[in-house]
């Protein structure tokens, strides 16, 4: 493939912050206390009105990569895998969806670039049936997270992996094309020859405007259940000839791991 197309996933391709999505069901797993669990309630409510700035990105990073300190990485990751359907399926906004498999149609990779973990990141990028993702990686010792953090994908981060990746996969920036909200994805909508931003922040829009690039707007969360039949998938597929097949083959995967289970 010679282009690509990137996708920010919080409020571009899902309606809220992919990693605090998950407070309930940390509660519920032990690892955070229901006063943990109803602040990152409330932080989503603001994430969804306002977005988030740099210093808030930062409190957020300092916050979480301290709190998961000590947790036990298999135990996040089946956390993740048993709540994914409920938690992040209702949230896909159906214009993104759309979006995506019209990257995919035209034959161009789909690759999730965001600043949460790759143990939420990765399984959502299953689900929605993308290429690749790019995620931030925490620092891990005898299988239980150090506190510290290998990779933070955010700010100019994501457009340094996507030069890199670019290079490795044989992109031709000039010809990909990435989405985001944020103004702290500047670099990664710079990175590319086909910038665009979805529910921009005010400070995204300026930029967007004054630069003349297309600015997209979506409000309609769909679960992908209801867009894609899984009657017939028995497998999951990451990477298919159209996203709706890896997106149905994804929740397949999810729905017969979770009936294994019960």
């Given at each position: 493939m010679e282009a690509a197309a990137f996708f920010d996933l919080d409020k571009t391709v899902i309606a809220k912050s992919s990693t605090l999505a998950f407070g309930r069901p940390f509660m519920h797993g032990g690892l955070i206390s229901r006063r943990a669990a109803l602040k990152a309630t409330y932080a989503q409510l603001v994430f969804a009105r306002t977005g988030a700035d740099a210093a808030q990105m930062d409190r957020m990073r300092d916050h979480i990569t301290e709190l998961c300190a000590g947790w036990d990485v298999a135990q996040v990751r089946e956390i993740?895998?048993?709540?994914?359907?409920?938690?992040?399926?209702?949230?896909?906004?159906?214009?993104?969806?759309?979006?995506?498999?019209?990257?995919?149609?035209?034959?161009?990779?789909?690759?999730?670039?965001?600043s949460s973990g790759e143990e939420v990141v990765g399984p959502i990028g299953v689900m929605l049936g993308v290429d690749r993702v790019i995620a931030t990686r925490m620092v891990t010792e005898d299988g239980a997270y150090t506190g510290e953090i290998a990779f933070y994908a955010y700010g100019e981060n994501k457009a340094i992996?996507?030069?890199?990746?670019?290079?490795?996969?044989?992109?031709d920036l000039a010809e990909c094309y990435a989405y985001s909200d944020s103004i702290t994805d500047l670099p990664m909508l710079e990175a590319v020859g086909h910038p665009t931003a979805v529910n921009p922040d005010r400070a995204l829009r300026r930029e967007a405007v004054g630069r003349d690039w297309p600015i997209l707007t979506f409000t309609l969360p769909v679960s992908l259940r209801s867009r894609f039949s899984l009657a017939r998938q028995s497998r999951p597929m990451i990477a298919g000839t159209a996203v709706g097949l890896g997106a149905a083959a994804g929740l397949a995967w999810y729905a017969n791991r979770r009936r294994g289970k019960a």
């Open positions: 993740v895998t048993e709540t994914l359907f409920d938690i992040v399926d209702p949230l896909i906004y159906a214009e993104a969806a759309e979006l995506i498999e019209t990257h995919r149609a035209a034959g161009r990779e789909v690759v999730i670039v965001s992996a996507i030069r890199e990746l670019a290079e490795d996969a044989g992109y």
